[in-house]
């Protein structure tokens, strides 16, 4: 879907102002998720993640992205331009400050962080911090800003429209692709070099239980990550798809019956599974729903969008059971299953349930199949090779004595202790 030239000049800039708080809400909950004796690095982590983010998109991010429009570079194949890549100055030198693109610019820049905090939630307790932000000058240099550019900069991906008659193209203006997705995708290439925590898996036993440390900081995370997420909707609307300012009221809507519906489906299926409801999973039902809402919010009807939320909620569960019985993934914070695959659920659910042109279904099963098939191996191979110059894995002693202390030398609470029975009175 191409933009259109008219987005209010004064709305855009104003509703891009909220958008923070939805990776900052992620950083929290991610915290909570965690051991409180790795809950400072966590957090640090996560707006370190989002500070390296902002400074590599805005250095070589954007010119590799650009806006649709833009001057940008295509290639020739089977008699179609496949326009790939941006062409754009370094530094967002040219970027016209009172034009459309300079609040798509400020847009994509949180949006990043927001991508880079995802993986870095995955690879809690494990991860090192330094090699976590030199994959994220990667990830926020160079991954993010080529697909951004396919989707939301006027590449082929948005251009299946035109070029192959595929319904209005790719369609992603909530960043269900581009941040949630590719998100979830990373934290999986992540979960995959950096391995479990130790004493996670046993060879005969069931995954062991490490529960999160702070319940509190992950709903308030979740709460906090919602307004954040209204304003990324509504803003992914209006620059990618020249949405009307008076419609956008739809997307805010349909954004929290997905997150309505998927809280509590996550509640009742963990109620039925577990006899009561599991607060942390419902948290990130909370946040899947968010996630889906990303793919179809500004689209469907409010009916629709609570069928999305539901589903999204209802699976999740089922998926990060699958992800860490079955495959044996240590994911900490949920993000392959919560940001992964709600995601591609909501980029699916597009695809069925809008139906402004022909082939709209197919568009979004190429955008889906580019992503696993071709953005996943290249991340993977590209992390692995740094892996070889940054290994990502802490050392055992972070896993010892947790990586508060191994990499910042000082706890989260200093002050917190534990008392067990030697401390009652007799």
Aim: proline letters at 5%; a neutral charge; aromatic letters at 10%.
């Amino acid at each position: 879907m191409n933009p259109v030239a008219g987005p209010s000049p004064l709305l855009c800039p104003l509703l891009v102002l909220p958008v923070p708080l939805a990776p900052i809400g992620l950083a929290l909950l991610n915290t909570g998720l965690t051991r409180s004796r790795s809950a400072a690095q966590a957090l640090l982590g996560s707006v370190c993640v989002m500070a390296v983010a902002a400074i590599a998109y805005s250095v070589l991010g954007w010119s590799l992205e650009g806006f649709a429009g833009g001057a940008s570079h295509s290639i020739l194949a089977g008699g179609f331009a496949w326009n790939w890549i941006a062409a754009r100055p370094l530094f967002l030198a040219g970027l016209a400050w009172t034009a459309p693109e300079a609040s798509a610019a400020a847009l994509q820049i949180f949006a990043v962080g927001m991508a880079a905090v995802i993986p870095w939630g995955s690879g809690a307790e494990r991860w090192r911090l330094s090699s976590a932000c030199t994959a994220t000058v990667l990830l926020a240099g160079v991954i993010y800003p080529i697909f951004g550019h396919w989707v939301w900069g006027g590449g082929w991906l948005a251009q299946l429209g035109l070029s192959f008659h595929l319904g209005n193209g790719f369609v992603d203006l909530g960043g269900a692709a581009t941040i949630q997705v590719l998100g979830g995708l990373t934290a999986l290439v992540v979960v995959w070099i950096v391995g479990a925590r130790k004493g996670k898996f046993t060879e005969n036993g069931p995954p062991a239980a490490i529960p999160a440390h702070n319940v509190v900081y992950v709903l308030l995370g979740g709460m906090m990550a919602l307004a954040g997420w209204f304003a990324l909707n509504a803003a992914g609307a209006m620059l990618f798809a020249g949405a009307d300012p008076a419609a956008l009221a739809r997307t805010i809507v349909n954004t929290m019956l997905c997150a309505c519906g998927s809280l509590l489906a996550a509640l009742v299926v963990t109620r039925l599974r577990f006899g009561k409801p599991d607060a942390s999973l419902c948290a990130n039902g909370w946040i899947a729903g968010l996630a889906a809402s990303s793919g179809v919010a500004a689209m469907v009807t409010p009916g629709a969008a609570l069928f999305v939320g539901v589903i999204a909620g209802a699976l999740l569960p089922l998926v990060i059971e699958f992800l860490e019985v079955r495959c044996n993934l240590d994911d900490p914070s949920g993000g392959i299953a919560v940001h992964g695959f709600a995601g591609l659920w909501g980029l699916l659910a597009c695809g069925f349930l809008w139906r402004a042109a022909a082939g709209q279904m197919v568009a979004q099963l190429v955008g889906i199949a580019t992503l696993v098939g071709l953005v996943l191996p290249v991340t993977y191979v590209l992390f692995q090779l740094l892996n070889r110059f940054a290994p990502f894995r802490a050392h055992s002693e972070g896993d010892r004595v947790g990586m508060d202390l191994h990499e910042l030398g000082a706890g989260a609470y200093p002050e917190f202790v534990v008392h067990n029975d030697e401390f009652l009175p007799r």
